[in-house]
């Protein structure tokens, strides 16, 4: 039995809003899970998008927008909690630039074992 439009809108929007949750304590595997939940939400909003039912609620697609406003932001504020630490990094193994910036962290990717 085919979905209706409200019924994907609100199933992208939890997914997006378990996002949020994982993002509130941004560990990596929080993170990991996070994508994976954001990664569902875009297929329920590809499948909303084909379904036509004239069931389009203003306040489905508002209430989306909130969610994804909210992901949007807590991505950002994760992404320079990480960008803090790299010039942390950056200024305690390598000091600083001329310009009195934290040197950039060696990101090749290269693992050295020893053992």
């Not at 991505?75 to 950056?90: E, P, T």
């Amino acid at each position: 039995m085919p979905r209706s439009f409200a019924h994907e809108m609100a199933a992208a929007r939890a997914e997006v809003d378990a996002a949020c949750r994982e993002l509130l304590s941004p560990s990596p595997s929080g993170l990991d899970r996070s994508a994976a939940r954001l990664e569902a939400a875009t297929g329920r909003l590809n499948a909303a998008r084909g379904v036509v039912d004239g069931g389009a609620n203003v306040m489905d697609v508002r209430g989306m927008q909130d969610s994804l406003r909210h992901a949007r932001l807590l991505l950002d504020g994760a992404a320079r909690f990480h960008q803090g630490w790299l010039a942390r990094l950056g200024a305690l193994s390598s000091g600083y630039t001329r310009g009195g910036i934290p040197a950039p962290v060696d990101r090749s990717g290269r693992v050295l074992v020893h053992g």
